[in-house]
């Protein structure tokens, strides 16, 4: 079992950046590759990016590549997602997740989530 906790989140201008922080405990999180999903309202939670258990693969979605950065730090059980030039339609709750393969990009292969941290982008 793992349990996970989003931080970082906030209000920032569009070209903005923000960092996001998921802090586990309970079972380490090397244990598992990680995601992160982001939910709308009135929209189903879409996958964001995922990282394998040491760190070495990633895959991000497309509206998000070339902006956003998934990384890890297994030794802190932490995952984080650095997100740079971000646009209101970024504008969500943001969820880490856990997995048993990086590849995965669909809300239900994801086990444990955290309680999920607000991101709001203005323009």
């Known amino acids: 079992q793992v349990q996970l906790v989003e931080s970082g989140g906030g209000l920032v201008q569009a070209g903005g950046s923000l960092r996001l922080s998921c802090a586990a405990s309970?079972?380490?999180?090397?244990?598992?590759?990680m995601g992160w999903f982001r939910q709308a309202p009135g929209k189903e939670r879409e996958f964001v990016a995922a990282?394998?258990?040491?760190?070495?693969?990633?895959r991000y979605a497309d509206s998000v590549k070339g902006r956003f950065t998934i990384s890890r730090d297994n030794a802190k059980n932490t995952v984080y997602l650095q997100m740079n030039s971000l646009k209101p339609e970024d504008t969500a709750v943001y969820y880490c997740?856990?997995?048993?393969?990086?590849?995965?990009?669909?809300?239900?292969?994801?086990?444990?989530w955290g309680q999920g941290t607000q991101v709001t982008v203005s323009s």
């Open positions: 997740g856990t997995s048993f393969s990086y590849s995965f990009t669909m809300a239900q292969n994801f086990g444990s």
């Open positions: 309970g079972r380490t999180v090397s244990s598992y590759a």
């Open positions: 990282i394998s258990r040491s760190g070495g693969s990633t």
